[in-house]
């Protein structure tokens, strides 16, 4: 599998060749011709937040690519130096202007086919203030009877709200790990 094909040397530029490197590895890596470098990928974290006030859940419109128009939870790739807990936290700011208070991890959702893994924590909104940034287009809460559940961005997000709304019924929160196509 490819996700993201790299073409060229980050270290020298030159034309990498796809190849298992010589060292023992099983996988095929891009390993430069000219200078040596194997080039590792791994899969990238995107780290997020069930945001609930009473009975309901904050949601975002996204104003960007992919998904414009379609609602998701707060959430984004990770960056370097900071925790997943600190990323999820900086995507609610980002995304929604939302002043929350952390709990637990919620869902821990493995998209193998893309290469990515999904954290979301659940987290209390100590208020109903919102400051949308530029990456939205709204943001509202929701009960979950009014969720676009066919307008939601994407399966990680759809599979936490439901996750979400059926441990609220039964009175108690667990944490779900899982696997999505
Ligand atoms: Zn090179």
């Known amino acids: 599998m490819n996700f993201h094909t790299i073409h060229h040397c980050r270290q020298c530029g030159t034309s990498v060749e796809h190849r298992v490197p010589d060292d023992g590895d099983t996988k095929t890596r891009a390993v ?3 200078c040596g470098t194997i080039h590792y990928q791994n899969p990238l974290n995107v780290v997020g937040t069930v945001p609930h006030r009473d009975d309901r859940v904050l949601l975002c419109k996204r104003n960007i690519e992919p998904r414009r128009g379609f609602w998701t939870l707060p959430a984004g790739f990770m960056e370097l130096g900071e925790s997943t807990a600190e990323g999820a936290m900086r995507e609610t700011r980002e995304e929604a202007g939302a002043e ?3 709990e637990g991890l919620f869902t821990l959702l493995n998209v193998v086919r893309v290469g990515q893994v999904h954290f979301y924590y659940r987290a209390r909104m100590l208020s109903e203030r919102l400051d949308p940034g530029p990456e939205t287009m709204e943001a509202r809460l929701f009960s979950e009877d009014e969720i676009p ?8 997000v759809k599979e936490t709200l439901e996750r979400f709304f059926d441990d609220r019924r039964r009175g108690a929160f667990g944490i779900h790990a899982g696997d999505l196509d």
């Open 100 to 102: 929350i208070e952390l």
């Open 149 to 156: 559940w066919d307008e939601i961005a994407f399966r990680t």
């Open 32 to 34: 430069c011709p000219a």
